[in-house]
């Protein structure tokens, strides 16, 4: 079953329950947001891609408006919610300056594999000590879930683009094993190349040879 939404298209990715702070300066958005706040109404933001507009996109409620500046500008801060399907999109709603669509809400399947997880945490943890940033873990719950983690993984928006479209929690935790599968080992041998770089650059104090 479809609805109407109103639609702010974006060259991002937001994930369910991500928060996402955005600057709103185009008329056309000035007043989709005015109206959302009046109204309490949602938005919802499809992916823009470098065909153009994705069929997928999440559903989003403003939280707050920080900030209104004398020419209109807000900075405010919203919140992901579901993920939809977008069915068809109209450039501009009648009588509005922003456009909007019929979308489908796709239902998310929270199977979770506490086995992959685990991987993925090792696999995470290993990364992020190669890359000095293990800070980023310290926040991670034990239970976390792929949405947790998605924005740090090193995707690019077409690799997070294709994860939104993953409707399982255990589907997409097996993305995100494969793709630091793929990538750790990389990294850890452009860490050691770094570290050779290094010494071959310094002095060395070697011991003399007896011919």
Do not use: W
């Not at 983690?149 to 097996?174: P, T």
């Amino acid at each position: 079953m479809s609805r109407f939404l109103p639609l702010f298209p974006l060259n991002l990715v937001v994930f369910p329950g991500e928060k996402l702070n955005l600057h709103i300066f185009e008329p056309r958005y000035k007043q989709l947001i005015t109206e959302c706040q009046a109204n309490g109404t949602t938005f919802g933001i499809p992916v823009v891609l470098d065909h153009g507009i994705g069929e997928y996109g999440t559903e989003i409620k403003l939280i707050s408006v920080e900030n209104t500046y004398s020419g209109g500008e807000m900075d405010i801060k919203t919140k992901g919610l579901g993920i939809f399907k977008l069915k068809e999109f109209h450039k501009q709603m009648p009588g509005r300056l922003y456009a909007g669509g019929e979308v489908e809400d796709l239902h998310l399947f929270e199977d979770e594999d506490v086995t992959m997880r685990a991987q993925v945490t090792e696999l995470l943890l290993q990364l992020y000590k190669a890359l000095g940033i293990k800070n980023l873990m310290l926040n991670l719950p034990p239970n976390f879930k792929s949405y947790d983690v998605a924005h740090h993984l090193g995707f690019s928006i077409d690799q997070e683009y294709k994860l939104l479209q993953c409707l399982k929690e255990s589907e997409r935790m097996a993305q995100i094993h494969a793709h630091l599968t793929q990538i750790l080992p990389v990294v850890l041998e452009t860490e050691r190349l770094k570290e050779r770089v290094k010494l071959n650059g310094h002095f060395k104090s070697l011991p003399p040879h007896n011919f």
